[in-house]
């Protein structure tokens, strides 16, 4: 429900524990900031993952995202299509859009597209991932 809130520059604040749920989001420059505990008064990068896991492996993404500069940190990403999935609707008028996605302490794993090892797919971005691990795409 957050993310539907949300507008430009926004961080959302997401405790540790499995969601089954695919993240949709269109807002850009928002950072998903997860593995915090109780109360997010600390974050646990190692004892409190916070893991999207999408309800349908064959369909659906763990986390669509057409929003220019989104922001993953310490959210664990599985059981999708692809865990991250970024696309282009408009663009400008000289006919480029270039959309950056910065993944921090992630885990993206078990996803199904064997297209980048079902991890990510992204049309006309460029990837920063400092700290990921993507493993078990099939």
Same mark, same amino acid.
């Given at each position: 429900?957050?993310?539907? %809130?949300?507008?430009?520059?926004? #961080?959302?604040?997401?405790?540790?524990?499995?969601?089954? #749920?695919? @993240?949709?989001?269109?807002? #850009?420059? @928002?950072?998903?900031?997860?593995?915090?505990?109780?109360?997010?008064?600390?974050?646990?990068?190692?004892?409190?993952?916070?893991?999207?896991?999408?309800?349908?492996?064959?369909?659906?993404?763990?986390?669509?995202?057409?929003?220019? @500069?989104?922001?993953?940190?310490?959210?664990? @990403?599985?059981?999708?299509?692809?865990?991250?999935?970024?696309?282009?609707?408009?663009?400008? #008028?000289?006919?480029?859009?270039? %959309?950056?996605?910065?993944?921090?302490?992630?885990?993206?794993?078990?996803?199904?597209?064997?297209?980048?090892?079902?991890?990510?797919?992204?049309?006309?971005?460029?990837?920063?991932?400092?700290?990921?691990?993507?493993?078990?795409?099939?």
């Amino acid at each position: 429900k957050a993310i539907g %809130l949300a507008q430009a520059d926004d #961080e959302i604040r997401v405790a540790g524990g499995v969601y089954t #749920e695919a @993240l949709v989001s269109t807002v #850009e420059r @928002l950072t998903i900031s997860g593995s915090w505990t109780d109360g997010f008064a600390d974050r646990d990068l190692v004892n409190c993952r916070t893991v999207i896991k999408s309800p349908n492996k064959s369909s659906q993404d763990c986390f669509k995202a057409n929003g220019i @500069l989104n922001r993953l940190d310490g959210v664990d @990403l599985t059981g999708g299509r692809y865990g991250i999935y970024t696309s282009i609707k408009d663009k400008t #008028e000289s006919g480029r859009v270039t %959309l950056h996605h910065v993944l921090t302490s992630c885990v993206i794993s078990n996803n199904t597209t064997a297209t980048s090892g079902g991890s990510r797919w992204s049309a006309g971005s460029t990837r920063r991932c400092p700290n990921p691990s993507f493993a078990r795409g099939s």
